[in-house]
């Protein structure tokens, strides 16, 4: 799990295209902590619970035996910020402000352009959820887009 996570961020932080975006630094599940105490846009890196081994007995038509596929889950936070809540889902060009879903496709690019993360992994499997939400914080008037992107990893472990 360790090396998997350090894996995906180490993908994120060598991204040309995620230079705008900050590491939180703050591997917590607490939103709101992670809202007080970041640059914006930001995101953060956590194992999801439920992370597990599974025997393998086939792949591709292929048989196995004494094999195990080791599944990593993962939880991507991320958020950024604007004056109105156009700008904080889609983002201005003009004024170089970033969208939540433009922040969303910058990561989704990034663990997709290689999907092993450097041979950590054999890949990712199907069903991964991605989803944002937007609040409007009431003591400064900014609306916060945050979103979640949950992922799993696999890495097949062939015993002799």
Known sequence: MKNTIIALWNQFKAAPSLDYAND???????????????KFPFYNILPFPGSDSKKIEE???????NSERHICSIQIQYAVRAM?????????????VIGIL???????????????????????LPGTAIGFDMIQDTD?????AGGEITIQFYKDVFKK
């Open 24 to 38: 939180s630094g703050f591997h917590s599940r607490d939103v709101l902590k992670l809202i007080q105490l970041n």
């Open 59 to 65: 792949i591709d038509g292929l048989s196995f035996q």
């Open 84 to 96: 109105f809540p156009k700008v904080a889902i889609m983002g201005d060009e003009l004024k170089a």
């Open 102 to 124: 433009d922040f969303q496709d910058d990561l989704w690019d990034v663990i997709n352009s290689d999907k092993t993360l450097g041979g950590v992994v054999n890949g990712i």
């Open 140 to 144: 400064d008037k900014i609306f916060i």
